[in-house]
């Protein structure tokens, strides 16, 4: 099974990547976040296999996060 986390700080884009996702057996969404930081603190401590990130964040871009 694919581990995948969700990031985008808008919560309506967040439900539409859910509903996508759900289409998807082989697939489990492990998280969701909403900031550069969330995801970064959650990435870590979850070690999920892909994530569906947001370009422009409130508190950054959602590359600041594949930094780490």
Same mark, same amino acid.
Request: charged share 30%; hydrophobic share 50%.
């Given at each position: 099974? !694919? &581990?995948?986390?969700? *990031? $985008? $700080?808008? %919560?309506?884009? #967040? #439900?539409?990547? #859910? =509903? !996508?996702? @759900?289409? =998807?057996?082989d697939?489990?969404? *492990?998280?969701?976040?909403?900031? *550069? @930081?969330?995801? &970064?603190?959650?990435?870590?401590? !979850? &070690? %999920?296999?892909?994530? +569906?990130? $947001?370009?422009? !964040?409130?508190?950054?871009?959602g +590359? $600041? *996060?594949?930094?780490?």
């Amino acid at each position: 099974m !694919l &581990r995948v986390m969700l *990031v $985008d $700080d808008e %919560p309506p884009a #967040r #439900r539409g990547l #859910r =509903h !996508l996702m @759900q289409a =998807h057996a082989d697939a489990e969404i *492990v998280g969701e976040a909403g900031s *550069v @930081q969330q995801a &970064r603190e959650m990435a870590l401590a !979850l &070690r %999920p296999d892909a994530l +569906f990130l $947001d370009i422009e !964040l409130a508190d950054g871009l959602g +590359f $600041d *996060v594949l930094e780490q």
